[in-house]
């Protein structure tokens, strides 16, 4: 039976959680501890009450999640906040938080593998934040009507296309989660195509002004990919069983 700071250190070396830098609030790293022992691994795209009563239910002592406990700051603990840490608590379950440095993974992250699944190949990163790129960028692309039909097929919960960029892409940023702050970098590198999970309304406007195709698929949906390749490391790492915790948030 592994240790929790066994685990630990492995996910803290994977996805070098101390050499990139993040936003604000998302204190990447182990953000509550168990009581030193993992006997199953649980992967969930968010820390709150619905996933942690899914890990009690399930028997998972060690969550990996990409959002994590603390974006809001410090709050009392009271109301639903109580409820949140009560449920945890109470399943004894770590809660382990990767947020950017499992979007900008080579191997593991969401961006990377969301091309993977798509068939394609990441050929450089692009779009920094604080010196990591975190966007996947493919040069040798599909057309766009197949682009938008696989990308029907990997996200059934439905898909958002805004095509005003050519039907033969040259160059595909693929970012999860939200994109919003990247729209007005992808002309200047050179990018026509991005996939994403969510973006603001003012991208129709900036999508249709600069001629560039727009996929929306999901901000949870598109950061499922990372939390679970994580976890199934972890798992064959250690020798314990793994398990997806999915809460079914549509957006």
């Known amino acids: 039976m592994p240790l929790l700071a066994q685990i630990v250190a492995y996910c803290d070396r994977r996805v070098r959680v101390h050499d990139i830098a993040d936003f604000p609030g998302s204190h990447n790293g182990l953000q509550a501890a168990n009581s030193g022992k993992v006997t199953k691994i649980g992967a969930a795209v968010d820390a709150g ?139 200047p590198a050179g990018i026509d195509t991005l996939i994403t999970g969510e973006l603001k309304q003012s991208a129709f406007n900036a999508a249709q002004e600069a001629g560039l195709n727009l996929f929306i698929c999901g901000h949870y949906a598109t950061e499922v990919f990372g939390v679970c390749a994580l976890a199934k490391e972890c798992a064959a790492r250690f020798h314990v069983p793994w398990e997806f915790l999915d809460t079914g948030c549509p957006l």
Request: glycine share 10%; hydrophobic share 45%; aromatic share 6%.
């Open 49 to 187: 009450v619905g996933s942690f009563a899914l890990a009690a239910a399930a028997g998972v002592d060690f969550l990996i999640v990409h959002h994590g406990m603390f974006w809001d700051g410090v709050q009392p603990i009271t109301g639903s906040q109580r409820t949140r840490l009560k449920t945890l608590l109470g399943a004894d379950c770590a809660v382990y938080s990767s947020h950017l440095p499992l979007d900008a993974h080579p191997q593991i992250g969401n961006n990377a593998l969301i091309a993977k699944a798509l068939g394609l190949k990441a050929s450089d990163w692009a779009i920094p934040y604080q010196g990591t790129p975190i966007a996947a960028v493919v040069g040798k692309s599909p057309t766009r009507a197949k682009l938008k039909s696989q990308l029907a097929q990997l996200f059934p919960r439905g898909i958002t296309a805004i095509e005003f960029g050519p039907a033969q892409p040259h160059k595909i940023a693929i970012i999860s989660g939200s994109a919003s702050s990247c729209i007005a970098q992808l002309v």
